[in-house]
């Protein structure tokens, strides 16, 4: 049984370093639900206030990770148009690999912005804004996980 614990453990670690990058997937959320599989293994274990620091980390980086695109696309002017537009930015990127998931929400919110007002300076300032947001959001989310996988690496170790 602890073997098939550990299994799930390096799934659910490696689905939530993805997670970060694929915004389909709760990345550090997941990434903590593979420090909790493998607490319940014989091959390592993670102390109380290291489990209470980690799972409020995930939380609060979850929680950014929504905040900070918009505040990216707000502070650069964007309205509600770039913020829709990065969004399915953002879906039709996931088709298209790495560079779709980055270029895409920024294309987006450009679109959306100029839906919204005929003006290419002002819909590019908002597209900047809003792959600015994302790409921070990303960093966030992934020193969150990379955090949370070397307590993980760290605990199988010792």
């Keep these: 049984m ?24 709760p990345g550090p959320p997941l990434t903590y639900l593979g420090l909790v599989v493998l607490h319940f293994t014989r091959f390592a274990e993670i ?5 209470i ?17 918009i ?7 964007g ?16 088709f298209l690999g790495p560079p779709g998931i980055i270029i895409g929400p920024f294309i987006g919110a450009v679109v959306g912005e100029l839906i919204f007002k005929d ?8 597209g900047f804004g809003s792959l600015l947001g994302f790409l921070t959001g990303v960093g966030l989310k992934l020193a ?13 170790i010792v």
């Excluded at 969150?144 to 199988?156: D, G, N, P």
């Design 2 to 25: 602890d073997y098939f614990l550990l299994a799930v453990a390096i799934i659910l670690m490696l689905l939530g370093i993805a997670g970060c990058l694929l915004p389909i997937l």
């Design 47 to 51: 102390s109380r206030n290291m489990f």
């Design 53 to 69: 620091i980690l799972g409020i980390v995930a939380v609060v980086v979850t929680v950014i990770d929504y905040v900070v695109p």
């Design 71 to 77: 505040w990216g696309t707000r502070r650069f002017g």
């Design 79 to 94: 309205s509600k148009y770039g913020m829709r537009g990065a969004t399915v930015g953002l879906i039709i990127g996931l």
């Design 119 to 126: 003006d290419i300076k002002y819909a590019l300032k908002a």
């Design 144 to 156: 969150a996980a990379l955090l949370m996988l070397f307590y993980f690496v760290k605990a199988l």
